[in-house]
């Protein structure tokens, strides 16, 4: 053995994202540069493992560099460096094959990434090799957790792999220097995916461009399913009123806004106002869709976003989209996920075909496989907070990083609706993909797919499970079963308190007052909650104030005919049954439903509720703005979207006796001026009216108990008036306001807040 005089050795190894980010290129060029011996290679916990020889202040100029230049979508949570003598003496800097090492855990491939510029000018470049080559994609950009079978990322381990690279590939693949070294999502038009159009019953169609063909039969009005990367899109002219309505009928979605995807920045101004918040993520590499505030007048179809002041838009995010509106003229097209009702997004073609009969009039389809299914993501800047919708594509699998480290490792389940689940590994927050609502047999799976898939990507055995107290939610009952077969503890975490755990848990804070306002979840006693505060101190949490009781007549009746929910907060006001028969036309029953609510009321046959949601829903329906409820959280959007603009005429002081926030005399003061004063105010001052009894109530708690933070969260939570005076009426008093932007507030988050809970409550 010779020893080599003056030199190291030195085994490094990183963990975070570093696999699928073009780190390996990166570390090969580094090593080179200062002129070091040695090796990189991926492992299969995701961790990459460098093996470095030289000199020593080579390998701290080295060790610098890999911090200082990390490629821009590299994330290095741990880098362990073992030093030793060199003994003996390795060959020149390589990339190696990968590892079958799995030591580390909570190392995960990245997020999928929009095409970056250099792809597209290439795409847009009538000399470059890749010229509208649908699939371009490079060390830098593409799908990553859509396409990855399993861990170390290499292209064995992707759809990828049913596509051999041409020669021509193969060099750009062995070439240090060139962009796509090393890129296991490389593909040209010789050796890559390959698009097709299909007609409606699944018959290719014969044309030279698929992708031109696609776009010109979209601008004439009719309606495709696209195949991305993560599933079906069902794509229409954002133009014409048909082809929407068709969609609207044949996806049972009457009302429910539709998504836009809008050529660019400026074709988005011409129907929308950007904020420089809601810019950064338009522009982002996420490429999200962003809530937007419509202009007056709006430009594109009515049928879009009827009755809401906003609309969902995103950017294009593959090079399929950026050929498809090469093609037209469009400034955006209606793009929303392509799935049956209450079912994930469909990702094979026959499965495509089949179901979407009679919906699409063609397919346009390519012959890459998804691995894993990633709708799209929404997100919504309150002020300049962005706050997750749904968090999904481009945010999946990327972790939360926490403050506290765990010895436990919690898998929380979330509730029934907008699930995503979440992993808790020493102090990183693992969330899947949105999965839906669990309610069918298919997303019950694709819950249980998806969860298993991410286990398997971070390496995780759960020791403890999470899930809400409601006992018929799917996810609990496959809680129940995990708990059983794996035999570790189960924590039910109540559905509000886990939504303020989220926010202690992304925020790093220990003791908060959460005010936690959404539609229903369940109280300890079987209560239909959902106007919630809370003092937390740690685990510990106490419900210290929460909304009026209001009964709910007809129970799930009142949830989708808010006319229901005035005839019972307003019971008690003689011309109430005046109104109720002028309006009788809203409920599905007509008039004999009238005799039918006042005898359920006088029998007390309801349940009561301190939702907030459903307030907010009444004052929709006292107002006119809204009857029925076809979609979650509408007609409380809808009061938002009328209110804007608007001025607090009411004015009501906060009305708190104890532990109770009265909503009573607010839902009549709206009653009785409604001839009066303007829709607009009203709605304005309704709104203004529980941000100001729920601040008051939660600042109050704070003062008492000596805690500096208080927090909003809940699907309330995504309303901007009430978000945004909440956030005033706190700091004004000299308080710290914190609200969800790493996770929805709404049910998309809550696993976390489960997961959190959970966690603080084992032993350590
Ligand atoms: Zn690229
Ligand atoms: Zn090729």
Redesign the pocket.
């Known amino acids: 053995m010779t020893r080599v005089k003056n030199q190291l050795h030195a085994t490094i190894l990183v963990t975070g994202i570093v696999q699928g980010v073009g780190f390996r290129p990166f570390v090969y060029r580094i090593a080179k540069r200062h002129q070091l011996r040695g090796f990189v290679r991926n492992r299969a916990d995701a961790v990459v493992e460098i093996v470095v020889e030289g000199e020593k202040a080579g390998i701290d100029d080295f060790m610098q560099a890999l911090y200082k230049e990390k490629p821009p979508l590299a994330r290095l949570d741990s880098v362990r460096v073992d030093y030793s003598e060199v003994e003996v003496g390795l060959g020149d800097f390589a990339i190696q094959a990968s590892s079958r090492a799995r030591t580390e855990s909570g190392s995960v491939i990245p997020p999928d990434i929009a095409?970056?510029?250099?792809?597209?000018s290439?795409l847009m470049s009538p000399t470059d090799r890749r010229h509208r080559y649908f699939f371009?994609?490079?060390?830098?950009?593409?799908p990553r957790y859509t396409t990855i079978l399993g861990v170390p990322y290499d292209r064995s381990n992707t759809t990828m792999r049913q596509f051999p690279m041409c020669s021509q590939c193969r060099t750009d693949y062995t070439s240090p220097l060139d962009?796509r070294f090393h890129?296991q999502t490389i593909a040209c038009q010789d050796c890559g995916p390959d698009i097709a159009l299909l007609d409606g019953a699944g018959v290719m169609v014969d044309v030279k461009d698929p992708i031109t063909e696609a776009g010109r039969l979209l601008s004439s009005g009719k309606v495709l399913a696209l195949k991305g990367n993560g599933g079906f899109h069902l794509a229409a002219s954002a133009l014409r009123d048909e082809p929407i309505k068709r969609l609207r009928q044949s996806k049972d979605r009457r009302k429910k806004p539709f998504a836009l995807m809008a050529r660019g920045l400026e074709a988005t101004l011409t129907f929308a106002d950007v904020s420089s918040c809601e810019r950064e993520l338009l522009d982002s590499y996420i490429r999200p869709i962003v809530l937007l505030h419509k202009k007056e007048p709006f430009g594109l179809s009515g049928l879009v976003s009827p009755d809401l002041d906003s609309v969902g838009v995103m950017l294009p995010y593959t090079g399929m989209h950026y050929l498809l509106f090469d093609a037209i003229t469009d400034a955006a097209l209606i793009m929303t996920s392509a799935n049956a009702p209450n079912e994930p997004i469909i990702t094979e073609t026959q499965h495509a075909v089949q179901k979407l009969k009679g919906v699409a009039d063609y397919f346009l389809v390519h012959d890459r496989e998804i691995a894993q299914r990633a709708d799209d993501s929404v997100i919504r800047c309150l002020g300049d907070t962005p706050t997750p919708i749904r968090r999904s594509r481009g945010y999946a699998p990327a972790p939360i990083v926490l403050s506290k480290t765990f010895r436990t490792k919690t898998l929380a389940l979330g509730a029934e609706l907008n699930v995503a689940a979440c992993m808790i590994l020493g102090n990183k927050a693992y969330l899947t993909q949105h999965i839906g609502d669990t309610e069918t047999v298919e997303t019950a799976k694709f819950l249980q797919d998806a969860v298993s898939h991410l286990q398997r990507l971070i390496g995780f055995e759960p020791d403890s499970v999470a899930c809400d107290l409601h006992p018929k939610f799917t996810t609990t009952k496959i809680a129940e079963r995990i708990s059983k077969e794996l035999e570790i503890p189960l924590e039910r975490v109540q559905h509000h308190e886990a939504h303020a755990g989220s926010l202690m848990a992304e925020h790093e804070v220990e003791e908060l007052v959460g005010i936690v306002c959404d539609g229903f979840g369940l109280g300890y006693e079987n209560e239909a909650w959902g106007g919630e505060v809370f003092v937390c101190h740690g685990s510990d949490i106490r419900r210290s104030a929460h909304l009026e009781e209001q009964p709910m007549v007809g129970v799930d009746l009142a949830t989708r005919y808010p006319v229901r929910m005035v005839a019972g907060i307003l019971r008690d006001v003689p011309t109430i049954l005046d109104w109720l028969k002028h309006n009788s036309s809203k409920l599905p029953g007509g008039e004999v439903e009238i005799p039918i609510i006042v005898r359920q009321l006088e029998r007390k046959d309801f349940v009561w509720t301190s939702s907030c949601g459903r307030i907010l829903d009444s004052v929709a329906a006292l107002l006119g703005i809204c009857y029925e409820r076809t979609y979650e959280g509408e007609p409380a959007m809808k009061l938002e979207a009328h209110s804007r603009g608007g001025v607090d005429q009411l004015n009501l002081q906060a009305e708190i006796e104890g532990s109770v926030i009265r909503t009573s005399n607010m839902v009549r003061a709206v009653y009785d001026r409604k001839t009066e004063l303007s829709v607009r105010d009203l709605a304005f001052s309704a709104q203004a009216y529980m941000a100001r009894a729920l601040s008051a109530a939660a600042i109050r708690e704070a003062k008492a108990e000596g805690i500096s933070t208080v927090g909003f969260s809940g699907g309330v939570g995504l309303n901007e008036v009430i978000s945004q005076m909440i956030r005033k009426h706190v700091s004004d008093a000299g308080l710290q306001y914190v609200s969800n932007s790493a996770v929805p507030p709404g049910d998309g988050g809550i696993s976390l807040g489960q997961a959190y809970l959970a966690s603080l409550r084992q032993p350590s």
């Not at 095409?115 to 597209?120: F, K, Y």
């Not at 371009?136 to 593409?142: A, H, I």
């Open positions: 095409i970056c510029n250099d792809c597209l290439e371009v994609t490079c060390t830098n950009c593409g962009r890129a």
